[in-house]
């Protein structure tokens, strides 16, 4: 209702900030695992340049530029990302902080970004 009443509201829309980010990635683990490396990025994965980390339903850590979030399916034996960042290279940068920690957790892990 707000912006039919503006002459041209896709100047509005089009004003929003533009980012990247992925779709629903997935890490496909045996049973259990998925829970049990969610638990241990919680414990020990570093991430240096994160302004906030956030445990709940997961790890969802964000930057001044962007976020990425994994967290444990309910119903199969997956690990789901997804990564946002204002920039193409925020969101690699980012995409990369996850990957390292994820290798340093699971070595053998079969990541798709």
């Known amino acids: 209702e707000l912006l039919s009443r503006l002459e041209d509201p896709s100047a509005v829309l089009n004003a929003l900030p533009q980012s990247s ?20 990025l919680q414990r020990d994965a570093k991430f240096p340049d994160a302004e906030q980390i956030v445990t709940i339903d997961g790890l969802r850590v964000e930057y001044a530029d962007g976020f990425g979030l994994a967290r444990s399916s309910n119903t199969t034996p997956v690990v789901v ?7 193409q290279q925020a969101l690699e940068r980012i995409q990369n902080d996850f990957k390292r920690a994820i ?10 970004f």
């Open 21 to 40: 980010s992925t779709p629903e990635l997935h890490l496909h683990l045996e049973e259990g695992e998925n829970v049990a490396l969610i638990a241990k």
């Open 81 to 87: 990302m997804r990564f946002e960042g204002e920039s």
């Open 103 to 112: 290798l340093a957790a699971k070595a053998d892990a079969v990541l798709s």
